[in-house]
């Protein structure tokens, strides 16, 4: 899901990106708590039977379980603290990786795409919801008003990268739970999606290792207590109140254990290689030649000026 070491461009050289330093999505992003609200993410693409379908028919996560989270979630990651250059090479890598994923549904008989705007809105809203309910869930708590309504206009920035309709993306935890209410009538499960589903929450030791076996299972009564109930009965995979509660305070635990940028990267590489890779560029990373922040429609148009061309 995302581009080899010997290729990509370094994380932060030219700019800050799109968002910056005081910027939620740079403090919400590089949280060990994203980790957690990444598995919950990837758990709900599933109840997208068009995206169900498209992994299904990959096979990229039965294959190469961990490299391919771990990948997909350094995307993520790249796009909200990597500079303008890096982010939209990452973006178009993985563009270019989902054009091939098409086919036909087997529910509904309809074709899917990965890159259809809708199966995107859905993968981008479901990260950035979960991604911030798991920090506030187990990490600092919940964003002042002013706070989220700054995390979900960066949300939108985001969505810019992917093939979503800007005008169609949540600008507030209101309209988000108006989009949730939207789309639940389209969402279902399968044969294809449960199997994903409780694949994602406690992968395989013979294909995951070790390490990733053994972090899916403790991550997953933590994400499966964020989720609502409707969503745990569907996917056959509720737990009970007394569970919920345990998980949520091993997570505050664990958590608070690696606020610490560097025990964080650490724990994190030890299971997402390249994620913790991320993490340590962009701690290490030194002020940009031009510190400022760009939109990503000046970044296409070629406006955005890069220490190359200065030079």
């Not at 598995?39 to 990959?58: G, K, N, T, Y």
């Not at 303008?84 to 074709?111: C, D, F, N, V, W």
């Not at 920090?135 to 093939?163: D, H, K, N």
Request: charged share 20%; aromatic share 10%; with cysteine.
């Amino acid at each position: 899901m995302s581009s080899t070491p010997a290729t990509r461009p370094p994380l932060r050289v030219n700019d800050y990106g799109f968002f910056g330093p005081d910027s939620q999505s740079w403090k919400i992003w590089t949280s060990p708590t994203a980790v957690i609200g990444f598995q919950r993410s990837v758990v709900l693409e599933h109840f997208d039977p068009f995206l169900a379908a498209a992994v299904a028919d990959s096979q990229g996560i039965y294959r190469k379980p961990a490299v391919r989270l771990d990948h997909t979630l350094a995307y993520f990651l790249t796009v909200a603290v990597g500079d303008a250059q890096r982010a939209l090479y990452e973006s178009e890598h993985l563009m270019k990786i989902h054009a091939a994923m098409t086919g036909i549904e087997p529910i509904s008989g309809r074709r899917f795409a990965a890159n259809n705007p809708a199966s995107q809105l859905w993968i981008h809203v479901t990260g950035w919801h979960s991604v911030l309910k798991c920090y506030e869930m187990f990490g600092p708590g919940p964003l002042t008003p002013e706070e989220e309504s700054e995390y979900w206009r960066e949300c939108v920035i985001a969505a810019q990268l992917q093939t979503c309709k800007p005008s169609d993306v949540p600008t507030s935890r209101a309209e988000v739970r108006e989009y949730f209410a939207r789309v639940r009538p389209q969402l279902c499960t399968s044969q294809v999606a449960l199997r994903g589903m409780h694949y994602l929450l406690r992968t395989d030791y013979d294909l995951g290792g070790a390490r990733f076996w053994l972090a899916s299972r403790a991550l997953a009564p933590i994400s499966i207590a964020t989720l609502p109930k409707w969503m745990r009965q569907a996917g056959g995979f509720d737990q009970s109140a007394a569970l919920d509660r345990v998980a949520t305070l091993a997570a505050r635990i664990g958590v608070a254990a690696t606020r610490n940028p560097i025990v964080a990267e650490r724990m994190i590489g030890l299971v997402a290689p390249m994620t913790g890779q991320t993490l340590r560029e962009h701690r290490r990373s030194p002020i940009p030649a031009f510190p400022h922040v760009v939109t990503p429609s000046e970044a296409r148009s070629g406006k955005v000026v890069t220490a190359s061309t200065a030079s």
